[in-house]
């Protein structure tokens, strides 16, 4: 159909409110590039799964839906057999547990496998070893867990005791009557990943020590004391072990998806198109919209219809028959009488009820 009579009929408005209802970037796909089509079979069975999709919203509510990312440089990273980094594996991890749980959701029916949505939910793929793994290890996009591995545990313990004992000794020489009147403030900081102390500029000489750093004034140098500085060297081998011992963390975690890129993309996909097909579920409920019933008559049968982009309280149904007894309906009427809303009623409806998916998304 030329593009111009779907824009003068609104169709892109119509799809720009479907695409409201998606949660993911996939179902957002799927519902700006539906176009309509001539196939009754295809249209019927697209139909069946929206009105499949309303009983089962109206019978356990609505699956949850997560927004998910494009997961496609992960795709390509495992597929080298290289680490990922913990974002991508958390999310990995968010795309494995929306899996799980629309697992669970469908899992509620009885006879699911007379249900077409099931050829959707069966292709979920989940693997709770993997996801809790995945889970207990990383925190957050930046943060690996303590959990994650024995030995990273123990290198952070020995961090956090070593890094007490160097603040103890710094302690010690802010506080000392010796040095205290050097100091230009009773605070212990970090420059170049050492602790520090601040010194007024003029004692420098008076604390014997590594200086790292100026304040902007010039007035007070950052010195290591040499009563720390072996402590420092002994903390930043830690911190270099802890480095170590996260990248391989990295890898044998994505070396438990390297051989799962291809159900990987198939839960991205069927996600994303169990969310688009409840995203027109839940826009029919929105707008009390029924299935239609499709012909090969080149009838149309509308009854006390309502055009769906106006307020369903404020608009005025109509109802109109052609197709069957009359070939052809003149329309008349004064200015503002309600002719274009007519026409356009019956244009978008048959849009809405016609419309299939051309999209790459699988």
Excluded: W
Aim: net charge neutral.
């Amino acid at each position: 159909m030329n593009k111009s009579y779907l824009e003068k009929l609104e169709y892109n408005k119509i799809l720009e409110k479907l695409a409201s209802f998606c949660i993911t970037f996939v179902g957002k796909e799927h519902a700006l590039n539906l176009v309509p089509s001539n196939k009754k079979e295809i249209v019927q069975n697209l139909l069946a799964e929206t009105n499949e999709a309303l009983s089962l919203v109206e019978k356990l509510c609505s699956p949850t839906f997560f927004e998910i990312e494009d997961i496609y440089l992960y795709i390509k990273i495992l597929e080298n057999s290289s680490p990922l980094t913990p974002k991508a594996l958390l999310d990995i991890a968010n795309i494995l547990e929306n899996a799980k749980q629309l697992k669970t959701y469908f899992s509620q029916l009885e006879n699911k496998e007379t249900y077409m949505l099931n050829n959707y939910f069966s292709c979920l793929y989940t693997n709770d070893s993997i996801l809790q793994k995945l889970k207990n290890s990383i925190i957050d996009e930046n943060t690996i867990s303590d959990n994650a591995s024995a030995k990273l545990a123990d290198i952070r313990r020995k961090k956090v005791k070593l890094e007490q004992n160097i603040k103890n000794s710094l302690n010690t020489v802010i506080h000392s009557s010796r040095y205290s009147k050097y100091i230009q403030e009773n605070v212990i900081t970090i420059r170049n990943d050492r602790y520090v102390i601040p010194v007024k500029q003029e004692y420098r000489s008076e604390i014997k020590g590594f200086v790292h750093d100026f304040s902007s004034s010039g007035s007070t140098v950052f010195i290591e004391p040499l009563s720390v500085f072996e402590l420092n060297n002994e903390l930043n081998n830690l911190k270099n072990e802890e480095n170590i011992e996260i990248e391989k963390i990295l890898y044998i975690l994505s070396s438990s998806l390297f051989g799962l890129t291809k159900e990987l993309e198939t839960n991205v996909n069927t996600i994303g198109k169990l969310d688009f097909i409840f995203a027109k579920a839940k826009y029919a409920k929105s707008i009390n919209a029924i299935c239609p019933n499709i012909n090969n008559t080149k009838s149309i049968n509308l009854i006390n219809a309502v055009h769906p982009l106006l307020d369903v309280k404020k608009a005025v149904p109509i109802s109109i028959n052609i197709g069957d007894q009359y070939s052809l309906l003149i329309i008349t009427g004064p200015n503002t009488g309600g002719k274009t809303v007519t026409l356009k009623t019956v244009g978008l409806l048959e849009l809405m009820a016609c419309s299939r998916n051309t999209n790459s998304c699988k």
